[in-house]
């Protein structure tokens, strides 16, 4: 399957396992000769935050287990590293203390549903970027979630987009060498699928003339894409299908209605993770003249079959087999799951970027429209 910006984004949080060892470790220890000396305040305390940062051995059972569990873990590591940065202010390794516990909450509160990092930690990054004595490792990391943090306000605050394509530009250029540079410039590309600013449209136009074949050959394809975006939403969304219950779907027949279009895959955990939001708020607005239609792009029609089912979902699926080359999802040029689009009343696409924890308060709106 591929994958969203999102997920994409979940992966890369997670940083390098570099942030795990110390930039610069202190001296053994021993001296020259030998001898064992006393650890110092500071060294014993730094091994005990070591120890805070080991995965936990004990194998959870259950889904909810494994979630617990890592809850936990990263708490832990979030308080041992904010206990070493306040109890030893002028070594320098608190500046890798702050970083892993800035990444702890950023990974603690993904794990809750909670993409956004609050305003302290964001604040937490950028002290450790502009620290004149922190190791360049630990900056480039900082810098690199600071980066993607931007990426996590675009549906929120789309001039987000213009923050992150800066700080992406710069990353890139200060680090070049860092293992996620390139991955970073790929997502900035990407990004510009639905990137709604007048910046974002001159940044493709450079990327679509870039010398580099790989870039170019990508751009072209968001053009195309955003052109085949801006063709959908010049009139009433044109769909049909006959579902996995052989029942006949046509969109023009729900007219009156709100209905949200779900483009997803049983192999991708964020589409699963959405679909799991949605069901609810299907239940609660259903009667209300909310309508769902599901547009799965697996090739395996079991295992779309036994998500349906796991999940609950009550509403119409469309699935050809097809996988990537499903004939719906490839005639409006879906290229990533969960891709989700709200059409009001008249039939018309009004977003594409609602994921499910605002829908329900979208949806309340547009059924009172």
Do not use: C
Not at 48 to 53: D, I, Y
Not at 329 to 350: E, Q
């Amino acid at each position: 399957m591929k994958h969203t910006l999102a997920p994409a984004l979940a992966i890369l949080l997670s940083t390098t396992a570099a942030l795990a060892a110390d930039p610069e470790p202190a001296a053994p220890n021993s001296s020259p000769g030998g001898e064992q000396r006393l650890l110092l305040p500071a060294d014993a305390a730094w091994k005990k935050f070591e120890e805070s940062q080991k995965q936990p051995t004990t194998k959870p059972t259950t889904r909810n287990e494994a979630l617990d569990q890592a809850q936990t873990w990263l708490t832990s590591q979030q308080k041992a590293a904010d206990e070493f940065a306040k109890e030893f202010p002028k070594d320098r390794r608190r500046w890798q203390a702050k970083l892993i516990a800035a990444r702890a909450d950023l990974q603690s509160r993904r794990l809750r549903g909670q993409a956004e990092a609050p305003a302290t930690t964001r604040a937490q990054l950028d002290e450790i970027i502009s620290a004149g004595d922190a190791p360049t490792p630990v900056k480039a990391e900082a810098a690199f979630m600071r980066t993607i943090n931007y990426a996590t306000e675009f549906r929120a605050k789309p001039e987000s987009y213009i923050a992150f394509h800066q700080a992406a530009a710069d990353f890139v250029a200060k680090y070049p060498a860092h293992p996620a540079a390139t991955q970073l410039e790929e997502l900035d590309l990407r990004s510009l699928a639905e990137d709604p600013t007048t910046e974002g449209a001159a940044l493709l136009k450079k990327y679509l003339v870039s010398t580099d074949a790989r870039t170019a050959e990508i751009a072209k394809q968001i053009h195309a894409k955003r052109s085949k975006m801006e063709e959908v939403r010049q009139k009433p969304v044109e769909l049909q299908f006959t579902d996995t219950n052989n029942k006949d779907v046509d969109l023009a027949l729900l007219r009156g209605k709100v209905v949200l279009v779900v483009f997803w895959g049983s192999g991708s955990q964020q589409s699963l993770a959405e679909l799991a939001g949605i069901v609810p708020t299907y239940g609660k607005l259903h009667p209300k003249g909310f309508e769902v239609l599901g547009i799965s792009l697996d090739a395996d029609k079991v295992k779309m079959q036994e998500a349906v089912k796991k999940l609950g979902m009550a509403w119409p699926q469309y699935f050809d087999g097809g996988g990537w080359k499903n004939k719906i999802s490839s005639k409006f040029l879906i290229d990533a799951v969960p891709t989700m689009w709200l059409i009001d009343k008249k039939g018309n696409l009004r977003t594409t970027s609602l994921r499910s924890d605002g829908l329900e308060s979208v949806v309340l709106k547009m059924l009172a429209q």
